[in-house]
């Protein structure tokens, strides 16, 4: 598995020696941070590709679980094998969803903590 690697603000790097993440827990926790980031439809070329922010997540719940949704876009990243534990809180006040989860990859365990 190789990931171009991302700079602190999630911009490719290009040319600066070293530029991409390979077979390692790193690779996979970039690969779950990239999913989490792409909204459903929006990549051109796969618009049903996605997190379904907006469906499922976001707004009216209607009784569903937001967290089973981002659990589910975990597992189905390539390279995660399970998911040892799992965190997420919301703060309504700056309206940031906060998740930190502990994952096994194909290549060891690696912990990821996002502000989506």
């Not at 070329?45 to 997540?57: A, S």
């Not at 940031?96 to 903590?113: F, P, R």
Request: include cysteine.
């Amino acid at each position: 598995m190789k990931y171009r690697k991302l700079d602190a603000d999630g911009d490719y790097t290009i040319g600066t020696g070293g530029d991409f993440l390979q077979n390692s827990p790193e690779v996979v926790a970039q690969a779950v941070k990239t999913r989490l980031a792409l909204w459903l439809g929006e990549w051109f070329i796969d618009t049903t590709d996605g997190m379904p922010w907006n469906e499922q997540v976001l707004g009216k719940r209607n009784g569903r679980n937001p967290d089973a949704s981002i659990r589910q876009r975990i597992l189905t990243t390539p390279g995660v094998a399970s998911i040892e534990s799992y965190e997420s809180t919301f703060d309504g006040d700056t309206r940031t969803l906060k998740v930190a989860c502990t994952i096994n990859t194909e290549y060891g365990q690696t912990t990821i903590s996002e502000a989506l």
